[in-house]
């Protein structure tokens, strides 16, 4: 058959893989499990997530691989767990001088391989080193509009309309937080007022662009929301009754909402996969402001479920019916999952911990995974794994409490005071009954000694394939790696600007 009409015969009638899709990976940061109406919060107002997972497949367990942010991140986009790539311990900072190893693959730079247009939109917090030598144009991305970190790294400004200053106080000493588009500053300090409009401009004009093209193309729109300090413009300003984090989630949603109207009116909806999910629980210690990990115990900065169970939503109109799934799946396993779909091989000179998500996406059939592992935010070869995920039960070879819990609130063993803890025999819950880890079940019997044991046996097969990359957090800071618009300016960071947003001075906090 010539090419031609067999082209137009898929567009007809939508033959499955005829043309490849595209994909739009959409990642929230600190959302928690409770956040979303569709997860049942009471007062979260949240109409376009809403309706994708009216429309989509909503998952009951599904993972991040990190309490916290770069390691979930690196792993989402490697489909590796980040002991692997050497994004622990914590996270990387402005002016680290690590970064995601180059001769990591993302699923942009897998993309590429058979002609996608690749795009990124948001925080990247995968590093930029002192010759931006790690940003996403050089990690497979084509294109880059964000900040390449938290906005909570740079200085605080302006946070909600009109003019009311941040509320939770940034980072004095480090450059103001700057707006990259490609690997140029084109904004500093950053305008959060208008940061969502330029996020979602930018994501809806690649899409455009892309369909204007016929090319098949990767957007991976990574959110600043609704991470501290919260920030909205004058539409999301006062919108919400649950507050700063209620506008910053509203304006969040809107964003999504500008990327689905893009799909549609581009007419690529029947072959556009679409993945949401976010990079960890909730930062618990903003209190009001801090999101919400539901029934599930502690936020982010633990290995309870709290820190890494999220909301996650797959949309694709006419594959993926909607509905809900109990299946195990995490963000390592898009990583695979997108290189089945499109036909590109996976990379077989290392170690891809993400298993084929296919069946449960499309089959409505049994997850290719039984286990998930969890380790903490400061990852250690010492320690290794905190927690071992299977089937329904989950058992903690060692728990710790954090700093990003408030001393006043009741679980103590969610505190920094908790301290990390050994557990031998390891603490064993029943997930299915008790989502919440409340109860540990008795190891010392049957069956659950015998649990233990087969738990005990996945964690060493496990363990024994794990190689330990150098740590890329650990490589230290320097000035010549924080982003400057003016790098011969003499009096740093103040004057690394680029005049168009005037700087707040730092004493005025209004809020
Ligand atoms: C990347 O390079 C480092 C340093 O040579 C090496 O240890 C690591 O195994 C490499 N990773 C991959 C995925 O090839
Ligand atoms: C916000 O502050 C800037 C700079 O001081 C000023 O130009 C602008 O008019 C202010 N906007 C509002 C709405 O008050
Ligand atoms: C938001 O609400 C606060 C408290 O009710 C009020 O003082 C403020 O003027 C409102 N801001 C806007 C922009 O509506």
Redesign the pocket.
């Known amino acids: 058959m010539d090419l031609k009409l067999m082209i137009s015969i898929c567009i007809l009638i939508h033959i499955v893989n005829c043309e490849k899709p595209n994909i739009i990976l959409l990642f929230a940061d600190d959302l928690g499990w409770g956040d979303l109406a569709s997860y049942g919060h009471p007062t979260s107002t949240t109409p376009n997530l809403d309706k994708m997972a009216e429309e989509g497949l909503k998952f009951m367990n599904f993972y991040s691989s990190s309490p916290v942010c770069s390691p979930s991140r690196s792993s989402l986009l490697t489909g590796r767990y980040q002991v692997r790539t050497g994004i622990y311990p914590g996270v990387l900072q402005c002016g680290s001088v690590g970064g995601l190893p180059l001769n990591e693959t993302t699923i942009a730079a897998q993309l590429k391989k058979v002609g996608y247009g690749t795009g990124m939109v948001g925080k990247w917090h995968l590093g930029v080193g002192k010759d931006q030598e790690y940003l996403p144009t050089k990690h497979g991305f084509d294109h880059y509009t964000g900040i390449p970190y938290s906005h909570d790294m740079c200085p605080d400004y302006v946070c909600?309309?009109?003019n009311?200053s941040c509320h939770d106080r940034g980072r004095v000493g480090d450059t103001p937080c700057p707006v990259f588009q490609d690997e140029k500053i084109i904004q500093q300090p950053a305008d959060f007022l208008t940061l969502s409009e330029t996020y979602s401009t930018a994501a809806t004009s690649f899409i455009h662009q892309m369909a204007d093209k016929k090319q098949p193309f990767f957007l991976y729109m990574a959110f600043q929301h609704t991470h501290h300090p919260q920030f909205a413009s004058?539409m999301f300003?006062?919108s919400s009754i649950r507050g700063m984090f209620g506008d910053a989630l509203n304006e969040l949603d809107w964003q999504v909402g500008r990327i689905f109207d893009a799909v549609n009116e581009a007419g690529i909806s029947h072959n556009t996969f679409v993945f949401f999910t976010s990079d960890n629980g909730p930062s618990l210690t903003r209190e009001v402001r801090g999101g919400n990990a539901g029934l599930l115990r502690c936020g982010k900065g633990t290995t309870y479920e709290g820190g890494m169970r999220e909301p996650a939503i797959a949309w694709w109109p006419g594959r993926i019916k909607p509905g809900k799934t109990s299946e195990l799946a995490a963000t390592v396993d898009l990583f695979p999952t997108i290189s089945k779909l499109t036909d590109i091989p996976i990379p077989s000179d290392r170690i891809i911990d993400g298993v084929d998500m296919s069946p449960i996406l499309f089959e409505s059939k049994m997850s290719n995974r039984d286990t998930y592992i969890y380790y903490p935010v400061d990852a250690s070869p010492k320690d290794g794994v905190f927690a071992v995920r299977y089937k329904e039960y989950k058992a903690h070879y060692y728990t710790t409490g954090t700093g990003l819990y408030p001393e006043q609130y009741p679980d103590a063993a969610c505190k920094v005071s908790a301290g990390t803890v050994q557990h031998d025999p390891p603490l064993l819950f029943n997930l299915n009954y008790d989502p919440g880890e409340l109860n540990p079940l008795n190891t010392k019997e049957s069956p659950y000694k015998g649990i233990v044991q087969t738990i005990n046996e996945v964690k060493t097969k496990f363990e024994a394939t794990v190689v330990w990359a150098e740590s890329e957090t650990n490589k230290g800071i320097t000035n010549a790696a924080k982003p400057c618009a003016k790098p011969e300016c003499d009096q740093f960071p103040q004057c690394c600007t680029t005049g168009t947003i005037p700087l707040m001075p730092k004493t005025i906090r209004i809020l």
């Open positions: 909600f309309y009109p009311k004058k300003t006062n």
